[in-house]
């Protein structure tokens, strides 16, 4: 039962009052004075509610968050770049394929570079060359064509074999060099050794008992460069060593050498 006082019980001071009242027993708590203006019919007015504002769309967002996160995944070309277009003033007219086309050619390209750099240094090219500065107007009987034509890498492709001729001085392991460098560059791995060095360490690791290991390691490179060749004669164990390493590589890698003699055979 709701029982509300009379109006007489009410006090005015300049403002209406609003008289206590009780429900079910219960007392309702009592406005606050000056607190709440009355409406047109005698009402309280309602309350006003703060208003929290989102952010704007268009706002530009958070930054670090984004190149951590990018960087936490092995996106680290990715974040640089998306760094360096922030700044750039002609990427806020580019499109939101276009961000993301620049993104990720340069994280594809600085994972190829970091793919060659890799293959460079396990080749152990002995002289950095390469085959764009090759010089042709030397007289010592390069052919152009010919080894333009091997710089497309399509005799690795069929697992062929190299043997350069020639005499001393005439550049014959800087070509070698060159054409493992441009197999680097196709994506082909490459393994320099001078044929004095390359017996040594088949007789120490035979000695060490890891000579099948080396074997494999030999087996599995495309392309096996194998530099001085020919100024002495092999012995048996070095014989048997090379047949080893050529029955292994047949048909599954090339291998190029070069001879200062060309009348003498590699073996």
């Known amino acids: 039962m709701c029982v509300q006082s009379d109006k007489q019980d009410c006090i005015r ?3 209406d009052l609003i008289a206590p009242r009780i429900l079910f027993g219960h007392r309702l708590p009592e406005e606050p004075p000056g607190g709440v203006r009355a409406g047109a019919a005698g009402r309280p007015a309602a309350r006003e509610h703060k208003r929290f504002r989102l952010p704007l769309k268009g706002k530009p967002m958070l930054t670090h968050p984004l190149v951590e996160r990018l960087r936490g995944l ?9 760094l360096e277009m922030q700044t750039a003033a002609a990427a806020a007219d580019l499109s939101r394929e276009d961000w993301l086309g620049l993104l990720l050619d340069r994280e594809a ?21 390469v085959i764009e500065d090759t010089d042709f107007r030397t007289v010592r009987g390069l052919d152009r064509a010919l ?26 392991s800087w070509l070698a ?7 680097c560059r196709e994506g082909f791995s490459v393994l320099y050794r001078r044929a004095p060095r390359l017996f040594a360490e088949l007789a120490t690791a035979r000695g060490e008992g890891r000579l099948a290991r080396l074997l494999t390691t030999l087996e599995r490179t495309r392309l096996l460069i194998i530099d001085d060749w ?37 073996a």
């Open 177 to 183: 060099c060159a054409l493992g460098h441009k197999a």
């Open 230 to 266: 020919g100024p002495e004669p092999l012995n048996a164990e070095q014989r048997r060593d090379l047949l080893e390493i050529v029955d292994d590589r047949h048909e599954k890698g090339s291998a190029a050498g070069d001879q200062p003699d060309p009348g003498k055979a590699l």
């Open 13 to 15: 001071h300049g403002q």
């Open 109 to 129: 390209t600085s994972r190829e570079n970091k793919r060659l750099s890799r293959r460079l240094t396990q080749a152990r090219l002995r002289q950095s060359a």
């Open 74 to 82: 092995g996106l680290t070309a990715m974040a640089d770049a998306f």
């Open 147 to 172: 080894f333009l034509q091997l710089g497309n890498c399509d005799w690795l492709r069929q697992s062929q074999n190299l043997i350069i001729c020639g005499k001393t001085g005439t550049g014959k």
